[in-house]
C-alpha cells in the first residue's frame, strides 16, 4: 500500500563527535528508513519522503485468527467450502447451480427454513460462494463425465481446526481482494468514465481516466488507512474512534493550517468518497463503521452541516460516519505495509534482547515508543539485576551514549525504589554518578552525597546532550532547558569551566546555548566557550 509521505525538515550537516553532532536526523534517509532504496527513490526524493511507520501493539495471532474466523464472511465462506464435501455441482462458470443457491442461503442462516428464500439471501450466499472460490477453500474441476463440479480446498480442514497461520493469511487475501473491490466499485469518477466507455463515447484517453480514477480511489483508501494505524497507535484505549469527519480533514487540511471553506468543501467530498469503501472493509472486519446517515443529504443546509461535523454535538456529529480500526485492521495494514517494504514495527520489538540492546536500539530507532519498550522490558525482571543490567549498558563516549544514560534514568524510574541498591554502586561512576545521585534524590532518598564539580558538570553537558539527540536539535523543545542551566550571575566563570570539561558533545551543547539563550549576554559567552572547545579538540 502507499504509505504517506511527510516532509523532513531540515537538519544540520552530520560529523563525529566534536565536530558537529551525530544526531539521529542527521542520518541518512535510507539508513532510517530502508524501504526507499527498494521502492527506486533518488537521493533527491528522500528528502521529501521520509515515512514513519509507529509501532503498534496487536494481540497474538491465536487471538488476531479467532477474531478473523468470527467475521461473517469468513465463517460463511468455510461452511460452504465444507458443505460441498465429497463434490458439489457447478455451472461453467464456477458458480453454484440454480437448485443450490436457495439451499446455500438456509445454510447460512440468511433466509427461513421454510419458503422461498429472498433475493437478497441468495445474492449474499453468493458473495460468500465466491469468496469461498477466491480463497482457494473450494476448488472448481470436471469430472470425466464433462460435469463441472466443486470440491473443499487443501486449506480447509486446517482453517476450520483453527491454524493460526492459515486463517491469518485467508483473511488477508479477503481483505485485499474486498479492499480492491472497494476501490472499484466505489469511485464515483471511475463509475462516470465507465458510462462513457459503455456508451462508445471513449477513447484512449477515456481508458486513462478510468485508469486515473482507479489509482486516485486507491491512494484515498490506502492513505485514510494509514492515517487511522497512526491514530490508533496513538490513542488511548478507548479512544480510537474517528469521526469520519476529522479522518477526512487529517487528509485534506495541511498540517498547522486551519481549513478555508474551499478545503472544508474537499472535506466533505472525501467522506462521501470514503464512506462506501470504509463500509466494504468493515465487512471484513477491517474496521468497525458506522456510515454517515443518508437522510442528512435530504436536510436543508445538510452540505454546510457535512463541511463541519466538529461543531455538532456527539450525537449529531455521529450521524456524519465513526470509524474505529480493529485488531484486525492494524494487522493487516502492518502486513501490506511491509509486503511493500516499510518499517512496522511492533511494541516490544526491541525488548526482546539484553539491556544493551534495548538501549542501543531504542537510541537508534527512527520509530519507537521509548516508555513501551522500556515498560516491556522491566516486566518482571528482578530490579537490582535490571538496574545494574541497565547501567552497565549506558556507559560508553560514543555518539548515542549520552541517550543510553537519558534512557536508562528512565528505566530505573520504572523501576522504583528496589532498584536503590545498584544505583548506590555507581555514585563515583565519572559517567553514571552524577545521574545515579540525581536519581536517588528524585526517589527522596535524603543521603545521597552532593557531587563533586568536575562530575556536575560533565552531567550537566551529559544530559544537555541527551536532549539534543532526543529532540533532533529541535529550538523550541530546547528553549526551555537552555534557560534552566545553572549559568548564575557569573556567565564567564560558568562557561570557562564548562567548556573544559573533558565531553565528546561539550561543544555541541554550548553552541546550542549560544543559540537559543534569552540573554545575550549568556548567549555571546556560550558561543565564546563553544568556540575554545572546538579549538581545543
Known sequence: MAARRRRNADTPAAGAPGEGAVLPADLELQDLYGAFAAHGLDDDDLDDAAVLVPPVTLPSEAELAEQAKAVPMIGWALQLA??????????EFGDLAGPDRA????????????????QEAVVEAMRAWSLACDLDLVEIGTTAAGEHVAIPGPDLEQAEAGDAETVL?????AAGIVRELAVEADSQELESAEDAVEADEADEDGLNEVEDARDEAAELLDEALQVLYETTAFAEPGNETVPLGVLAALLVVPEGEEPSDELLGDITDVMVALDPMLADLAELGVLEYRPIDPELFDEEEGEDERAE????DEAESARFGLVRLTPLGQYGIRQWLL??????????????GDAAELLRGISEAANVLPEEELKVWVAGREPVAAARELLAAARGTDAYAPMRRLLCHSALSLLGAPAEPAAREVL????LGGGARAWLVSLGVADVPVPDRAMALWTVVDAFAAQLLDTGGDPDQLRDLVTELPVTDEPVGYFGELWRVEHPYTADVLEAVGELHPDRAVAKEA???????????
Do not use: C, I, M, N
Not at 84 to 91: E, I, L, M, N, S
Not at 103 to 118: F, N, V
Open 82 to 91: 465444507r458443505w460441498t464435501a465429497p463434490h458439489r455441482a457447478v455451472d
Open 103 to 118: 439451499p446455500a442461503a438456509r445454510l447460512l442462516g440468511l433466509a427461513p427454513e421454510q419458503g422461498d428464500a429472498p
Open 169 to 173: 493469511e485467508l483473511w488477508l487475501t
Open 309 to 312: 461535523p466538529t461543531e455538532l
Open 339 to 352: 509486503e511493500d517494504g516499510y518499517d512496522a514495527p511492533l511494541v516490544g520489538d526491541l525488548a526482546r
Open 428 to 431: 563515583d561512576d565519572p559517567e
Open 527 to 537: 558561543r565564546k566557550a563553544a568556540f575554545k572547545a572546538r579549538s581545543r579538540g
